[in-house]
């Protein structure tokens, strides 16, 4: 299970890290135990980031992630694949525990990565117009009460994509190395605009991309999900433009 879904893809949150991590020490020479302790954090990363995609295939009811079958569709798996995407979660605890707990960061990084996995999980629900079609929120808040702006797509990219994809791997960085994140916010807030951009180009491949480049097929618009596309056709549509696509959206 974890050679399966842990490595695979480009590794980038990891390497984040690793490569945030070396730049923020100047070229200090590392003991053998720093360099073990910060492939093990890149490593926790990448196993956060396997939890996530595996529970969101299947509420995408995805066919193909990284060029091969989603892991709930793999032979004898099925829903069986709820419980070992925990698992992958429950470990990265068990990870970070063991080694980091005698370090005086340790509980900062607990809180870190709780908070990364609460805007992620909480905002998912957010984004997934499809789940109740004809009184789910985003509708509503979309197309019925007219707010058509990129406010609320910028917060669930925020919670759901930027956090973890881009802040976690600096902010791990910078704890290990004995920073207060509350003294950096011009570099959390940077961080979260590359990430907003990295999901506008995520949603446009989602769609556009071809499956033998990306590794997926992109299952967005079927979804219903609240898409950088969506967004933009609300903001650039009429009234009645936003009233068939309300109505189309609430049929299904």
Known sequence: MLDYNVPGGNLSRGLSFMQSYKLLIEGKELTEDEIFRANTLG?????????????????????????????????????????????????????????????????????????????????????????TPKVHFLVFYFCIGGVSDCFSYHRIVQYKTAYYSFYLPVACAMLMLGGNLDNHIDVKNILVEMGVYFQVQDDYLDCFGDPETTGMIGTDIKDFKCSSLLVKALELSNEEQKKVLCGFICRV
């Open 43 to 131: 490593w926790c990363i990448e196993w956060l980031q396997a939890y996530f995609l595996v529970l969101d295939d299947i509420m995408d009811n995805s066919h193909t992630r990284r060029g091969q079958p989603c892991w709930f569709r793999m032979p004898k798996f099925g829903m069986v694949a709820v419980n070992d995407g925990v698992i992958l979660l429950n470990h990265v605890r068990r990870i970070l525990r063991k080694h980091f707990r005698d370090k005086p960061y340790y509980l900062h990084l607990l809180d870190l990565f709780d908070e990364v996995i609460y805007l992620y999980n909480f905002c998912l629900i957010s984004s997934q117009i499809g789940y």
